[in-house]
Each structure stands twice: as structure tokens, then as C-alpha cells.
């Protein structure tokens, strides 16, 4: 069984920068990569970033240039740089890691971008 654990979400000023966090715990030799998700209130859960087993990375079209993801599967780490923010990038981040074909989610870390 594999357990998601988030950080790093804070209150930041437009164009300033974050680091978040995510770390695994248990049976992390069973994923087969991690993605990052956001949501706000009222809103479906929007697709951020994902690592591919062949280490592409896919973003979303509204982060790319500013976010940059980097994953670890032998250590159970993923992070995602976030850069240039913006008050629109507001929400609550959650890692996401594909585990023997289902996904495993983490609790989430919020994210404020505002004055």
C-alpha cells in the first residue's frame, strides 16, 4: 500500500514562486509514476503535470513555462517547481501516483496566490 504526504503550500504574491512537495511511503517499488492535480471550489479536479515511464513530462497548457515537475520513483519523491504565479494558479494541489493500475492520491496543500 503506498501513502501520499503533500508540502509546501503557502500564501505568495503574484509572480512570486513555490516549491511543493510530495512524498511516498510503503510499497513505493509498485509506482509507476506521479502526477500533479489542483482544484478549486465548485470546479473538477484539473490536471497539472505528469511524469511518463519514459521520463517525458506532460503539462497543462495553462502552467507550461512557469511549472516544473521532477520525479524520483526509486526514492518515492516527486516535486513540482512553481514559478511566475498567478492569482488564478489559487487551489489546492495534490500529488498523484499510478499505482498497480489504479491511482493513489494524497490530502492535498493549499495554494494562495494573492496580494
Known amino acids: 500500500q503506498v501513502h501520499l504526504m503533500e508540502s509546501g503550500g503557502d500564501l505568495v504574491q503574484p509572480g512570486g514562486s513555490l516549491r511543493l512537495d510530495c512524498t511516498a511511503t510503503g510499497d513505493i517499488s509498485s509506482i509507476a509514476n506521479f502526477g500533479w492535480y489542483r482544484e478549486t471550489p465548485g470546479k473538477p479536479r484539473q490536471f497539472v503535470a505528469l511524469?511518463?515511464?519514459?521520463?517525458?513530462?506532460n503539462y497543462a497548457t495553462s502552467v507550461e513555462g512557469r511549472f516544473s515537475m521532477s520525479s524520483d520513483r526509486t526514492k518515492g519523491t516527486s516535486s513540482l517547481q512553481m514559478n511566475n504565479l498567478r492569482p488564478d494558479d489559487t487551489a489546492v494541489y495534490y500529488c498523484?501516483?499510478?499505482?498497480?493500475?489504479?491511482?493513489?492520491w494524497g490530502q492535498g496543500t493549499q495554494v494562495t496566490v494573492s496580494l
Open positions: 511524469t511518463f515511464n519514459d521520463g517525458r513530462i
Open positions: 498523484n501516483a499510478g499505482v498497480n493500475g489504479r491511482f493513489v
